[in-house]
C-alpha cells in the first residue's frame, strides 16, 4: 500500500513539473511585429541542427507573432523533437501547429499575443502536400487579427510525369486556392 502511494505521488509530482509554462503574454501593445520564418526542419544550409540560432534569430527580431514554415513536430529526420514546442517553450510565447505532410511536418505559429482560434486546409497541389493555417489572435479583448500562414510547393528536378512545366503551374493552383478560402472566411470582403 505504501509503494502504491509513493508511485501515485511520484506521477503527480513528475505531471507537475513538466506541464508547459504559462504563457505570459505581451500586455498592452501599442506596435505588434509579425514575422516569417523558413525554418527548413530545424537545419541550416549544410543540415546542421540550429534550434539555437533560429530561437535567438526569433528573439532578437522583438516579433511578437511569427509565422513558421516546413516546422516538424517529432519526425525522426528531426531527432523526434517538436520544433514548435520547443522554440515556444524557448521563447515563452504559445504555439499552434499545422500539419501538412505525414501529420507531423507543416505550419506553425508562435505568438505572445494570446491565440483565440486556429485551424488550417491543406491546399491543392501535385507536388509535396502544403497548406494554410489561419489562427486568431487577441492583441485587446474586443479586437481580433487573423494571420494566415502558408507555404508553397517548391520546385525539385524533373522525375516521372511530373515536369518542371507541371510544377510552375502548381503555384499559381495554390495560391488561386488560397484566394479562395480567405474570400469564403471574409463575406462580401470584409476583413
Known amino acids: 500500500?505504501?509503494?502504491?502511494?509513493?508511485?501515485?505521488?511520484?506521477?503527480?509530482a513528475a505531471g507537475y513539473l513538466a506541464r508547459p509554462p504559462v504563457v505570459p503574454g505581451a500586455g498592452s501593445l501599442e506596435v505588434m511585429?509579425?514575422?516569417?520564418?523558413?525554418?527548413h526542419g530545424g537545419t541550416d544550409e549544410y543540415f546542421t541542427a540550429s534550434l539555437d540560432r533560429i530561437a535567438n534569430t526569433i528573439f532578437q527580431s522583438g516579433a511578437n507573432v511569427v509565422m513558421l514554415q516546413e516546422a516538424e513536430a517529432g519526425r525522426i529526420t528531426s531527432f523526434g523533437v517538436d520544433q514548435p514546442l520547443w522554440l515556444a517553450r524557448r521563447?515563452?510565447?504559445?504555439?499552434?501547429?499545422?500539419?501538412?505532410?505525414?501529420?507531423?511536418?507543416g505550419l506553425a505559429v508562435l505568438s505572445n499575443v494570446p491565440i483565440a482560434y486556429d485551424d488550417g486546409v491543406l491546399?491543392?497541389?501535385i507536388s509535396e502536400q502544403t497548406g494554410l493555417q489561419r489562427v486568431q489572435i487577441l492583441p485587446e479583448p474586443d479586437h481580433v487579427i487573423?494571420?494566415?500562414?502558408?507555404?508553397?510547393?517548391?520546385?525539385t528536378e524533373?522525375?516521372?510525369d511530373l515536369t518542371l512545366a507541371d510544377q510552375e503551374q502548381d503555384r499559381p493552383r495554390q495560391l488561386n486556392h488560397f484566394f479562395q478560402i480567405i474570400a469564403d472566411h471574409h463575406q462580401n470582403g470584409v476583413l
Open 1 to 12: 500500500l505504501t509503494a502504491l502511494v509513493l508511485v501515485i505521488a511520484a506521477s503527480f
Open 158 to 160: 524533373p522525375t516521372g
Open 123 to 125: 491546399l491543392d497541389g
Open 146 to 155: 487573423e494571420v494566415y500562414n502558408t507555404w508553397l510547393s517548391y520546385l
Open 91 to 105: 521563447l515563452g510565447m504559445d504555439r499552434r501547429f499545422f500539419p501538412t505532410m505525414e501529420g507531423l511536418r
Open 33 to 39: 511585429r509579425v514575422g516569417t520564418f523558413n525554418i
